[in-house]
């Protein structure tokens, strides 16, 4: 659909790979990136939180790297590949973050979870032998309100090697 394009907002011709798609849209240069996956792709796995950069329920991967998608511009992922919490795969099999957080009961109300994983995939990327100060270092931008953060923890240090 073609948006309008009035005196308060741009329009940007948005290209980028999201979970191994290719996405063409015309888009309101002032949307974020948040906004752009929940709403305009249905890609509800990333959460809103807080909204301001504090909570770490909203991330996504860009490039790899864990961001806080609701203080991100979507046109900021111009030309970038984003990895959702739907997108983070083995193959056709559960993801094994996933499977650990299942495994060692880190699960409660599953609000934060998928921003955990997503910031525990990116640690394990660059630090595949993570000990436990690095996954708690990697964790300090996303807060649960339900659990103690051990069994989250725990979960994260079983996905390591070594
Ligand atoms: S919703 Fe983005 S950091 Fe809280
Ligand atoms: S499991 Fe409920 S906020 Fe973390």
Known sequence: MKMKKNKFNKIFS???IVNGEKIERDIDSSLTLLGFLRNDLNLKGTKEGCGDGECGACMALVSGKAVNSCIMMAVQAHGKS????E???DKNKLHHIKKSF???????CGFCTPG????AQALLKTKPKANIKDIKEALSGNICRCTGYEKIIGAVKKCAKG
Do not use: N, Y
Request: hydrophobic share 50%; proline share 0%.
């Open 14 to 16: 948005l290209k980028c």
């Open 82 to 85: 984003v990895i959702t919490i």
């Open 87 to 89: 997108g983070l795969k």
């Open 116 to 119: 955990m994983i997503i910031s």
């Open 102 to 108: 299942i495994d060692e009961g880190a699960v409660q």
